[in-house]
């Protein structure tokens, strides 16, 4: 029965990244980018819910991050696009910088080519989730 919010999710979310980046190729398009936007962050509620993605974005910690991506999004709404992604992609580093050393682990230990794998270990750094 979930899972097909959760199929929806993906695909929405997928498409949002997509008309983001179409977005970017032509020139910070003001209109794709918003699409974009709000078809991701849509996206991302269907996929975990809308209480997991109110906590997530809400914590104390996470709330200078916060304030910037939706801020981000919001300039981009108002059609100020290249600001707009200026402050989201601030603001997506932020979010997700705990996401990055356990993305870049993972590349590196199913990555079999030699340089891309050192790469990739090296980027995961010594933080730990633990």
């Given at each position: 029965?979930?899972?097909?919010?959760?199929?929806?999710g993906v695909g929405t979310a997928g498409f949002g990244i997509f008309f983001i980046l179409f977005g970017t190729l032509l020139y910070f398009d003001s209109v794709l980018l918003a699409f974009g936007n709000l078809l991701f962050l849509t996206g991302l509620s269907l996929i975990i819910g809308l209480r997991r993605t109110f906590s997530f974005f809400f914590q104390r910690h996470k709330l200078k991050g916060t304030s910037f991506f939706l801020g981000g999004v919001a300039v981009v709404l108002l059609r100020w696009p290249l600001l707009g992604m200026i402050l989201e992609t601030y603001g997506f580093f932020s979010l997700f910088r705990g996401f990055f050393p356990v993305a870049f682990?993972?590349?590196g230990s199913t990555c079999n080519i030699p340089f891309l794998s050192a790469l990739f270990q090296r980027l995961q750094g010594t933080s730990s989730m633990v």
């Open positions: 029965m979930l899972r097909w919010k959760l199929y929806i682990g993972f590349l």
